[in-house]
């Protein structure tokens, strides 16, 4: 699948992109029909920790998925998105086997 990565206020690293890529790879496992994603990798000039912004789009056939998650670091932000796209992923699969 071909993850498009965009970091705002920043340069992101080859190893962060790799990691991000490698992780939502591993969706493709749930749903086959995936055709590209866009992930968006923001840091906000707050004093909290949690100033890492992930947030990534998937597209499928038809429609497409948001998810946008707020962490202390991206690694983290990639697992917990992936995780939820996986739920999401899931539960069109089903509802599709039910039509």
Do not use: H, W
């Amino acid at each position: 699948m071909k993850v498009n990565t965009q970091s705002v206020n920043f340069v992101a690293d080859q190893k962060l992109i790799n990691f991000i890529q490698k992780r939502l790879d591993k969706l493709e496992l749930f749903y086959d029909k995936i055709i590209q994603s866009d992930v968006y990798l923001k840091v906000e000039n707050t004093s909290d920790k949690e100033n890492k912004i992930f947030e990534a789009k998937v597209s499928i056939p038809g429609d497409s998925l948001i998810v946008k998650k707020q962490c202390r670091s991206f690694e983290q932000g990639a697992d917990m998105a992936a995780s939820s796209l996986e739920r999401q992923l899931v539960k069109r699969k089903e509802k599709m086997r039910a039509y």
